[in-house]
């Protein structure tokens, strides 16, 4: 194993406390394990004393959550929200809690997707439910008090490759036009074969071996062929031009750091606007594993800072009427 950079030692007392039951290294054998009670928030939870309403629609056959302000504007920014998991566990709820802040903090309408898993459901069939409910959001703008020309779509981990994905299906397929993407330690490159991939190995959460299990789950036998497009592995990409506005974060102690980074640098290659943070000593999901650390607070300040300069840019710029 290559020496990989130190945890935050902050972060690093929550994850001591959180391997303990929770492996760095996932198996195949491990995921009835991983479909069991997750490490996040309720739904309760998440709306427990906030002014904050929960509804659950049907987005062309896939179910999708809608978070809104209980006294909403007519146009608000929207927010599509693809949950973690690898590909192969979690639901709609799954790390969205850092985005349901921001129904609070903007205004903002948050539509997270149940998106089908791997490997009962491989690839394409994740990226055809987002993109399904994407589509769906988009055209039902108006009706959830979304301003169309303020959606983005945000994502962590296996989410965040999703996000990709669906953003890049989104150019090329015509619809909807998109404000921003927020790749959140976004699972990209089903390669696994970086220098930070190699460095994270049986240490951390979701370590080397674990990324291979979701990937494999999720590609079967077309993993490393020439039949994997780019939705479903963003890295693959050839042409990044025409993409929206993009925030790329990740810790430097996980898996996905070099693959972020060089979808970043990717994207500034093609002339594309990208903002990139590698936060020091960040294991991946830190900032849902130890809300409260120092490091975690300034990831969430700092991408907040991100989309608010984006909203009140967006909002002196006027848009072209959409076509669905």
Do not use: C
Request: aromatic letters at 8%; glycine letters at 10%; proline letters at 8%.
């Amino acid at each position: 194993m290559m020496t990989p950079p130190p945890f935050d030692p902050e972060l690093k007392t929550v994850l001591d406390v959180v391997n303990q039951s929770i492996t760095p290294t996932l198996l195949p054998s491990h995921l009835p394990a991983l479909r069991g009670p997750g490490f996040t928030p309720t739904l309760e939870q998440l709306l427990e004393g906030r002014p904050i309403t929960h509804e659950v629609r049907d987005a062309d056959g896939v179910t999708v959550s809608i978070f809104r302000p209980a006294h909403p504007s007519e146009q608000a920014p929207g927010f599509f929200f693809t949950h973690v998991g690898g590909m192969i566990f979690g639901d709609r709820f799954v790390g969205v809690a850092p985005v349901v802040d921001y129904v609070e903090r903007f205004g903002a309408v948050v539509v997270t997707v149940e998106y089908r898993l791997a490997p009962e459901h491989p690839a394409p069939a994740a990226l055809e439910d987002s993109y399904t409910a994407l589509v769906w959001t988009s055209k039902h703008a108006a009706e959830l008090g979304i301003d169309p020309d303020k959606l983005i779509t945000i994502g962590g981990s296996a989410g965040g490759g999703l996000a990709a994905g669906i953003t890049l299906m989104a150019r090329d397929r015509g619809f909807p036009a998109l404000a921003g993407q927020v790749l959140m330690y976004a699972m990209l490159d089903e390669h696994n074969d970086s220098v930070s991939a190699r460095q994270i190995d049986g240490i951390g959460i979701w370590d080397r071996t674990s990324n291979n299990t979701g990937w494999d789950f999720y590609l079967g036998d077309r993993r490393g062929t020439g039949r994997i497009t780019a939705y479903e592995s963003a890295a693959r990409a050839g042409d990044l031009t025409n993409l929206p506005p993009t925030y790329v974060e990740a810790g430097s102690a996980e898996v996905f750091r070099d693959e972020d980074v060089a979808y970043a640098s990717a994207l500034w290659a093609a002339g594309g606007e990208a903002e990139l943070h590698i936060w020091p000593g960040g294991y991946h999901l830190f900032e849902l594993l130890a809300p409260d650390a120092a490091l975690s607070t300034a990831a969430r300040e700092t991408r907040a800072a991100w989309i608010a300069r984006l909203l009140a840019r967006l909002s002196t710029v006027p848009h072209p009427v959409q076509e669905n």
